[in-house]
T-cell receptor, first 116, second 117 residues
Framework: GAVVSQHPSRVICKSGTSVKIECRSL??????MFWYRQFPKKSLMLMAT?????????EQGVEKDKFLINHASLTLSTLTVTSAHPEDSSFYIC????????????FGPGTRLTVL | AQTVTQSQPEMSVQEAETVTLSCTYD???????LFWYKQPPSRQMILVIR??????QNATENRFSVNFQKAAKSFSLKISDSQLGDTAMYFC??????????????FGKGTHLIIQP
């Protein structure tokens, strides 16, 4: 149990276009989801916290107008990279949390974004 | 804010040996969790072991164990009888405990562990 999927796994887009990445909890309801960014051979950095039915909370330095997060249901959060540029190329990973099971976060397999 | 420091960018050991990965952290929080995650080349994050700060007993999971020194803010991972499949990036991570909710994880920079045949 506790499976998280991400779609797409890889995406290549042209500079200036927008890209949407989906994060789904397949067999549980996730009241909270998190979005992380990982540069090559680097660590994961928390971008934002997504709570179902409310606005996302962004970490300092993350542009909320560039990285739009929507958590419309208990099983789906989306990250939209707007007007993507080559510097947005990265590996994006989501994780999901089950309410009242503290200490448990389940990670998706990640999405590799390449902006040409 | 909290910080997590992993001072070993890369380690290499022979198969079947025991290896210890170090991690220190800094926080003003009193209730928190500490984790070790494994990230193989597939890049899927895999939870190796979790420690709750209020528990004095060190967590163990089969060949994996931790040495949690709360006063020293140290959280090392020991891998016994290392196997080729243990080759991966290992990240130490911190999470503040927030009642029934959750906070995001703060990760260290990672240690690339290579198990040699």
């Amino acid at each position: 149990g506790a499976v998280v999927s991400q779609h797409p796994s890889r995406v290549i887009c042209k500079s200036g276009t927008s890209v949407k990445i989906e994060c789904r909890s397949l067999d549980f309801q996730a009241t909270t989801m998190f979005w992380y960014r990982q540069f090559p051979k680097k660590s994961l950095m928390l971008m934002a916290t997504s709570n179902e039915g409310s606005k996302a909370t962004y970490e300092q330095g993350v542009e909320k107008d560039k990285f739009l997060i929507n958590h419309a249901s208990l099983t789906l959060s989306t990250l939209t990279v707007t007007s993507a540029h080559p510097e947005d190329s990265s590996f994006y990973i989501c994780s999901a949390f089950i309410a009242h099971q503290p200490g448990e976060q389940f990670f998706g397999p990640g999405t590799r974004l390449t902006v040409l | 804010a909290q910080t997590v420091t992993q001072s070993q960018p890369e380690m290499s050991v022979q198969e079947a040996e025991t290896v210890t990965l170090s991690c220190t952290y800094d926080t003003s929080e009193s209730n928190y969790y500490l984790f070790w995650y494994k990230q193989p080349p597939s890049r899927q994050m895999i939870l190796v072991i979790r420690q709750e700060a209020y528990k004095q007993q060190n967590a163990t999971e089969n060949r994996f164990s931790v040495n949690f020194q709360k006063a020293a803010k140290s959280f090392s991972l020991k891998i016994s009888d290392s196997q080729l499949g243990d080759t991966a990036m290992y990240f130490c991570a911190f999470m503040k405990r927030s009642g029934g909710g959750a906070d995001g994880l703060t990760f260290g920079k990672g240690t690339h562990l290579i198990i040699q045949p």
